[in-house]
């Protein structure tokens, strides 16, 4: 959740800094640096904003080899100086992404020893403990393993040490964690995206692996084998994460979905799903959190309504703790944008350890939750910034529409023709995405009008329900109004109770087999004098007397792709909301893009 990173470059905080920049999605209550500058640790923090760090270091003049640095997302103590990373304890200072479950236990023990501690953190015994070995004589890599012995949860940890040798090192149990080798320094971050130009080869260490860097070298410190590094290519490149011309990476990333579906469109991917034997599956359980589930849910209608497989979905969160029946022909797919979830990970790690296949589909190829899976497949979004997921939505829908053709073909469930029709929807959505985003100012209308209530209900009936879902997700985690969604049908066995001039229903109601259904729920919502906006066909607006800003008119497409283009209204109308109420679109308060605490 927290972003952390290391440098040991001639001007280390410069890399630092920059990379700090590009982990903000992962956090910004607070950020800090220490730097090994004089034979001195500098560190410096600022509640906030990174804008404020750069602020108060813009006040001094800073050079040293050794800096890192740290954004912070609290989980165990309010945003504060005092509880912004970096943790110092003596000569030693410990950036940390993660969560200490035992910290109670060791704070206590630490204070036995004649501890002090400033912070509420759960980080701060770690610097603690490090030094207290340090002061036992033990070695630099003897203190920090010694240390994580007796640390029960999650972390990557950044460790500087104010000593002649000047090594910065890191180590890991359950959170992402990469190590770079540049050709102007060695550079460690939660995440490769951080990472400079100065970093085409990266090396993702396993659980438990020490690494030294210095400026000659990075080193494993405790593998007996003499394990060499083997470094991969980074495939990410710090320049695609650019607004371009527009006010938000989320507005970007809205209006890059049309070029993503034609690039997906055309791309001759299906080969790689032909990998998975469909006949032999018995279930599929899909699993994963917020907006991923939502295109799970979607998925499962897809899988079994064109390929008659059986599919369960689960949130990631729910998911080991109910003792799932799990088979060995079942293949458990796990959808992450960021690949990082905790939850999933954990997820994926349970049905794993039942023998289950495990599929991966993710957005970062290199993440842990690929890694980990029996196998991986891209969803090719690029790099999403926004904390709000909009493109990567589209993309896990884009492939699981193309695993659901594969699924059907293989099983033979609909005939050919039905399934090229398939296929031949699939090809219409960078057109029918394109025309839905020409309209974008209608949907500016509509938010003016939507803002003035604080309360929203959102309806869809059936996948369209997953929709109406991630619609009432997008609205409240960037504009802070309340959303809640329904299946229409659901209306009058209880939300229909709230129904009043100050609670808007927005119904998602494009032509298809439900049509007339809707009609009628929208009619119960109407006779209880609820506000009512439509996205929807243009049949909607003739039986309701509807306002131009009331209604967002869908254009005619096959029922299969509904859900990928009903959602592009629901995204606009999130981001234009929040602009209208003067929300920062893209770091949303209390959350971050990935999450990797439980
Ligand atoms: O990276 P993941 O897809 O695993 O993330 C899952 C959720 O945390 C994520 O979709 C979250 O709900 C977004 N903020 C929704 O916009």
Same mark, same amino acid.
């Given at each position: 959740?927290?972003?952390?990173?290391?440098?040991?470059?001639?001007?280390?905080?410069?890399p630092v800094?920059?990379?700090?920049?590009?982990?903000?999605?992962?956090?910004?209550? *607070?950020?800090? #640096?220490?730097? @090994?500058? +004089?034979?001195?640790i500098?560190?410096?923090? $600022?509640?906030?904003?990174?804008?404020? %760090?750069?602020?108060?270091?813009?006040?001094?003049v800073?050079?040293?080899?050794?800096?890192?640095?740290?954004?912070?997302?609290?989980?165990?103590?309010?945003?504060?100086?005092?509880?912004?990373?970096?943790?110092?304890c003596?000569?030693?200072?410990v950036?940390?992404?993660?969560?200490?479950?035992?910290?109670?236990?060791?704070?206590?023990?630490?204070?036995?020893?004649?501890h002090?501690?400033?912070?509420?953190?759960?980080?701060e015994?770690?610097?603690?403990?490090?030094?207290?070995?340090?002061?036992?004589?033990?070695s630099?890599?003897?203190?920090?393993?010694?240390?994580?012995?007796?640390?029960?949860? *999650?972390?990557? #940890?950044?460790? @500087?040490? +104010?000593?002649?040798?000047?090594?910065?090192y $890191?180590?890991?149990?359950?959170?992402? %964690?990469?190590?770079?080798?540049?050709?102007?320094?060695?550079?460690?971050?939660?995440?490769?995206?951080?990472?400079?130009?100065?970093?085409?080869?990266?090396?993702?260490?396993?659980?438990?692996?020490?690494?030294?860097?210095?400026?000659?070298?990075?080193?494993?410190?405790?593998?007996?084998?003499?394990?060499?590094?083997?470094?991969?290519?980074?495939?990410?490149?710090?320049d695609?994460?650019?607004?371009?011309?527009?006010?938000?990476?989320?507005?970007?990333?809205?209006?890059?979905?049309?070029?993503l579906?034609?690039?997906?469109?055309?791309?001759?991917?299906?080969?790689?799903y032909?990998?998975?034997?469909?006949?032999? #599956?018995?279930?599929?359980?899909?699993?994963?959190?917020?907006?991923?589930?939502?295109?799970?849910?979607?998925?499962?209608?897809w899988?079994?309504?064109?390929?008659?497989?059986?599919?369960?979905?689960?949130?990631?969160?729910?998911?080991?703790?109910?003792?799932?029946?799990?088979?060995?022909?079942?293949?458990?797919?796990?959808?992450?944008?960021?690949?990082?979830?905790?939850?999933?990970?954990?997820?994926?790690?349970?049905?794993?350890?039942?023998?289950?296949?495990?599929?991966?589909?993710?957005?970062?190829?290199?993440?842990s939750?690929?890694?980990?899976?029996?196998?991986?497949?891209?969803?090719?979004a690029?790099?999403?910034?926004?904390?709000?997921?909009?493109?990567?939505?589209s993309?896990?829908?884009?492939?699981f529409?193309?695993?659901?053709?594969?699924?059907?073909?293989?099983?033979?469930?609909?005939?050919?023709?039905?399934?090229?029709?398939?296929?031949?929807?699939?090809?219409?959505?960078?057109?029918?995405?394109?025309?839905?985003?020409q309209?974008?100012?209608e949907?500016?209308?509509?938010?003016?009008?939507?803002?003035k209530?604080?309360?929203?209900?959102?309806?869809?009936?059936?996948?369209?329900?997953?929709?109406?879902?991630?619609?009432?997700?997008?609205?409240?985690?960037?504009s802070?109004?309340?959303?809640?969604?329904?299946?229409?049908?659901?209306?009058?066995?209880?939300?229909?109770a709230?129904?009043?001039?100050?609670m808007p229903?927005?119904?998602?109601?494009?032509?298809?087999?439900?049509?007339?259904?809707?009609l009628?729920?929208?009619?119960?919502?109407?006779a209880r004098?609820?506000?009512?906006?439509?996205?929807?066909?243009?049949?909607?607006?003739?039986?309701?007397?509807?306002?131009?800003?009331?209604f967002?008119?869908?254009?005619?497409?096959?029922?299969?792709?509904?859900?990928?283009?009903?959602?592009?209204?629901?995204?606009?109308?999130?981001?234009?909301?929040?602009?209208?109420?003067?929300?920062?679109?893209?770091?949303?308060?209390?959350?971050?893009?990935?999450?990797?605490?439980?």
């Open positions: 959740m927290c972003g952390i990173i290391g440098a040991v470059a001639e001007t280390a905080i410069k800094l920059d990379g700090l920049g590009r982990l903000e999605y992962r956090g910004y209550d *607070s950020s800090g #640096i220490s730097l @090994l500058s +004089n034979n001195e500098q560190t410096i923090k $600022a509640q906030g904003k990174l804008t404020n %760090l750069k602020q108060r270091l813009s006040e001094q800073l050079d040293g080899e050794c800096c890192i640095g740290h954004t912070r997302w609290a989980t165990h103590g309010r945003a504060s100086v005092t509880n912004a990373h970096p943790h110092q003596g000569q030693v200072s950036v940390h992404n993660g969560i200490i479950e035992n910290y109670l236990q060791l704070k206590h023990q630490l204070a036995q020893w004649g002090h501690f400033s912070s509420a953190t759960d980080s015994v770690i610097p603690h403990l490090i030094n207290h070995y340090l002061s036992q004589h033990l630099e890599e003897e203190a920090i393993a010694k240390t994580v012995a007796q640390l029960k949860g *999650s972390y990557a #940890i950044g460790v @500087l040490i +104010n000593s002649t040798s000047k090594n910065l $890191a180590i890991k149990q359950g959170s992402p %964690l990469v190590i770079s080798q540049g050709n102007e320094g060695a550079y460690m971050a939660s995440d490769a995206m951080a990472l400079g130009s100065d970093s085409g080869k990266i090396y993702y260490p396993n659980d438990n692996e020490l690494i030294k860097l210095n400026t000659h070298d990075i080193t494993l410190c405790n593998d007996s084998s003499n394990k060499r590094i083997h470094y991969i290519k980074n495939k990410q490149s710090s695609a994460i650019s607004k371009g011309q527009h006010s938000s990476y989320m507005e970007k990333e809205i209006f890059e979905q049309v070029d579906m034609k690039r997906l469109s055309v791309s001759n991917d299906t080969d790689e032909s990998s998975i034997n469909f006949n032999q #599956i018995n279930k599929i359980t899909i699993i994963a959190c917020g907006t991923s589930y939502y295109a799970a849910s979607i998925a499962k209608s899988f079994e309504k064109y390929a008659n497989i059986l599919v369960e979905i689960d949130i990631a969160s729910e998911y080991r703790y109910r003792s799932p029946i799990v088979s060995e022909k079942e293949l458990t797919i796990f959808v992450s944008q960021s690949g990082e979830t905790a939850d999933t990970l954990a997820a994926l790690r349970y049905a794993k350890s039942k023998k289950a296949q495990t599929l991966a589909l993710v957005n970062v190829i290199n993440s939750i690929a890694r980990e899976a029996d196998f991986s497949f891209e969803i090719y690029g790099p999403e910034i926004g904390v709000a997921s909009t493109k990567a939505f993309c896990q829908l884009a492939i529409y193309k695993m659901t053709l594969e699924a059907a073909k293989q099983r033979e469930f609909i005939d050919a023709n039905e399934i090229s029709v398939l296929a031949k929807n699939f090809m219409q959505l960078p057109y029918l995405m394109e025309k839905v985003l309209r974008c100012l949907m500016k209308d509509m938010a003016k009008k939507l803002t209530f604080s309360n929203v209900l959102f309806l869809g009936r059936g996948e369209l329900t997953a929709i109406a879902q991630e619609g009432a997700l997008k609205l409240k985690e960037i802070y109004i309340h959303a809640e969604a329904y299946a229409a049908g659901e209306l009058k066995h209880g939300p229909i709230l129904l009043d001039e100050q229903v927005l119904v998602i109601a494009p032509k298809n087999g439900l049509t007339d259904k809707l009628s729920n929208i009619q119960e919502v109407q004098n609820a506000p009512i906006f439509i996205i929807g066909d243009r049949s909607n607006k003739q039986y309701i007397n509807l306002q131009e800003d009331e967002f008119e869908l254009p005619e497409m096959p029922e299969s792709i509904q859900a990928l283009i009903s959602v592009i209204p629901m995204q606009l109308l999130a981001l234009y909301s929040a602009q209208q109420l003067g929300k920062n679109v893209d770091q949303p308060r209390n959350l971050a893009k990935s999450v990797t605490v439980e």
